[in-house]
């Protein structure tokens, strides 16, 4: 059974950063995709940075490319998210899922067509 869980959310201030840490368990091979998303209060659940296991080919929204960074440490099956110059606007619950993906020179970042969730970490950028 796969099983997902976050970590590392929290309050900072505008211009500052924070690494969020997905911990994965149950997977079987590579053949994964993994992401990160977030939703804020009234706002539908939007895809940040996902990530084909297999090969390593990486995907990042518009609104975060070169500020945040989406890395996988494999010897510890844990995903983390580096997020820098956060900005007010990146307010939001954040969650990691994964998805049985063998599609190595693809990425899925599509939120509807991701399976295991986990519960979320609240990050909040004060301005």
């Known amino acids: 059974r796969v099983q997902v869980d976050e970590s590392g959310g929290m309050l900072v201030k505008a211009g500052g950063s924070l690494r969020l840490s997905c911990t994965t368990s149950?997977?079987?091979?590579?053949?994964?995709?993994l992401g990160w998303f977030r939703q804020a209060p009234g706002k539908e659940r939007e895809a940040i940075s996902c990530m084909t296991l297999s090969s390593g080919a990486k995907y990042y929204v518009d609104a975060v490319k070169g500020r945040f960074t989406i890395s996988r440490d494999n010897a510890n099956n844990t995903l983390h998210l580096q997020m820098n110059s956060l900005k007010p606007d990146d307010t939001a619950m954040y969650y990691c899922a994964a998805l049985e993906w063998t599609w190595k020179g693809l990425v899925q970042c599509n939120p509807q067509e991701y399976k295991y969730w986990g519960s979320g970490t609240q990050v909040t950028v004060s301005s």
């Open positions: 149950g997977l079987l091979g590579d053949d994964y995709a």
